[in-house]
Each structure stands twice: as structure tokens, then as C-alpha cells.
């Protein structure tokens, strides 16, 4: 048992620390503070790459247009709500590869690690200004890469055509003609299959209603990317206002059971 001077000694002494003690202790400090990850930068901006869902959007000929029902009021019940109603396929939306592919994965089997990518954009606007049926072809991927430098891997590549510069105009935008045809750029199935395998994409997303360009009946770039187990964004907007490299995307897909896919938030990080 001590006695109570050495008590008090030892008491005082743990008050005053040693010149070697402070020493020690801001060299531990600075050994922690170094091995501290670094705090990232905050984004500079987010770019909403979404269009905003209303009836007047242009949807695929022959499909009905979205509906808002409202169903309950403020000054009934305190609430308001509307009931929706659209086709899978509508607005801003997400293709998942059972839109094509029978038995293939559904909406709420996508991996959601593949919906957050680097975001890759290939500018055909020049090309789609001259001829509605353009396409991004491997010749198009390749001028990017010798421009910009490597496609990142599991990167989501998407098409700029300017032809949501059109979409206040539907006829113009679904661009139809006298048979009903479709016409608006898209990629090639070739270019698909291209990203596919030499690029190692996880998706590919276009600022049209289709990845194909309207007048290809074989919609080989759905079934390129889709049957491969990638998944395809149609009708992306403000896609002029991202770099053509270096920024994030995140993709707010929808997750209803068995789905082919469906209305989703797209958000740029730049």
C-alpha cells in the first residue's frame, strides 16, 4: 500500500507531464495525423442529366403517355398524392438486359456497384445535325481515345447527338415518317459489340429514345450491350454540360421485381 506523500507525488507528476512526455506525445501526434486518409475535395457540381417526367415528354410511337391522377387532397385529409401510371420505358429511363434478353437480369438484379461509373462522352452532334439516322461507330470510340486518352475501365459511355434540343417539339423529336419510321441517331450494333469487349463498359446511355438509331429493324446495339449483361439509359438530358471524361455518374434505377426497367434519376458529378 502506498503512503499518502508518494499518493501525491505520483499525482502531481501525472498533472505535470514530462518535457520528454510532450515530446512523445506530438511526435505520436504527427505519426497519427500523416497516417490520416486525406479528405476528398467536394464536387464542384452536380448535373442533373434527367428530363423532368410529365405527359407532354415524347414516348415510342404507339406508346400511351405518362398520367397523374391525383388521389388525395390537403384540405382532405392533410395529404396530397397523385396516382401514376406509365410504361416502363418512359422519360429517362433504364433499359435492364431482360428488356431484350428472355431470362436475363431484371431490375432489381442489377448490380448496383455498376450503376455508379466513370462517365465517358462521345459527341456525334455535328454528324447528327447533317443526317437524323448518325450513329457512333468504332471510328467515332477511337478518335475519343486518341483525343481524350483510354476509355476507364467499367465505364458508363454515353452518345450526345443535340437532339434533346428537340424535345420541347415531340414530332420533331420522335422524328417519324410517312411510314411511321423513327428517325434519330444512336450506335452502331459494331460499336456496341466494341465497348462491350475492348472496353469493358457497364453501360451506355444515349440522349435519344433508343440506343439504336431509329431505322436499324435489328436493334443490334439493345442487343449487343443488353445481351452482354449491360444495361442501357435512353433519353438523357444536359448531356453538353459535362466534360467528355472525368466525371461520375450515378444512375437511380428503379427496383420493382421482375421489371425491364424504368424511370430513373441520372446525376452527373463533375
Not at 197 to 207: E, K, S, T, Y
Amino acid at each position: 500500500m502506498c503512503t499518502p506523500e508518494i499518493v501525491r507525488l505520483a499525482h502531481d507528476g501525472a498533472l505535470r507531464p514530462s518535457r520528454r512526455a510532450l515530446f512523445g506525445l506530438a511526435g505520436l501526434t504527427a505519426v497519427v495525423a500523416a497516417a490520416a486518409p486525406a479528405v476528398a475535395a467536394p464536387r464542384s457540381r452536380v448535373v442533373d442529366l434527367t428530363h423532368t417526367l410529365t405527359p407532354q415528354l415524347p414516348v415510342w410511337p404507339g406508346n400511351p403517355p405518362m398520367v397523374m391522377v391525383p388521389v388525395a387532397w390537403h384540405a382532405s385529409g392533410g395529404f396530397g398524392q397523385f396516382a401514376l401510371g406509365y410504361w416502363e420505358h418512359t422519360g429517362t429511363h433504364i433499359d435492364a438486359p431482360a428488356h431484350r434478353i428472355p431470362g436475363a437480369a431484371t431490375t432489381e438484379a442489377l448490380p448496383v456497384e455498376d450503376l455508379v461509373a466513370p462517365l465517358v462522352v462521345i459527341d456525334i452532334s455535328a454528324k447528327a445535325a447533317a443526317d437524323a439516322d448518325a450513329v457512333v461507330t468504332v471510328a467515332d470510340i477511337d478518335s475519343w481515345r486518341a483525343q481524350h486518352g483510354e476509355i476507364p475501365p467499367r465505364a458508363f459511355v454515353a452518345m450526345y447527338s443535340g437532339w434533346e434540343q428537340r424535345i420541347t417539339q415531340p414530332s420533331t423529336f420522335l422524328n417519324l415518317d410517312q411510314r411511321g419510321t423513327p428517325h434519330a441517331p444512336g450506335f452502331s450494333a459494331a460499336a456496341a459489340e466494341y465497348l462491350v469487349a475492348q472496353c469493358g463498359i457497364v453501360g451506355a446511355g444515349v440522349d435519344t429514345l433508343s440506343l439504336d438509331c431509329g431505322v436499324d429493324p435489328e436493334y443490334g446495339a439493345h442487343t449487343a450491350l443488353l445481351g452482354a449483361g449491360r444495361y442501357g439509359v435512353e433519353m438523357l438530358a444536359n448531356l453538353a454540360s459535362v466534360p467528355a471524361k472525368g466525371a461520375t455518374v450515378v444512375i437511380g434505377a428503379p427496383k420493382h421485381a421482375g421489371g425491364t426497367g424504368g424511370p430513373c434519376r441520372v446525376l452527373a458529378l463533375t
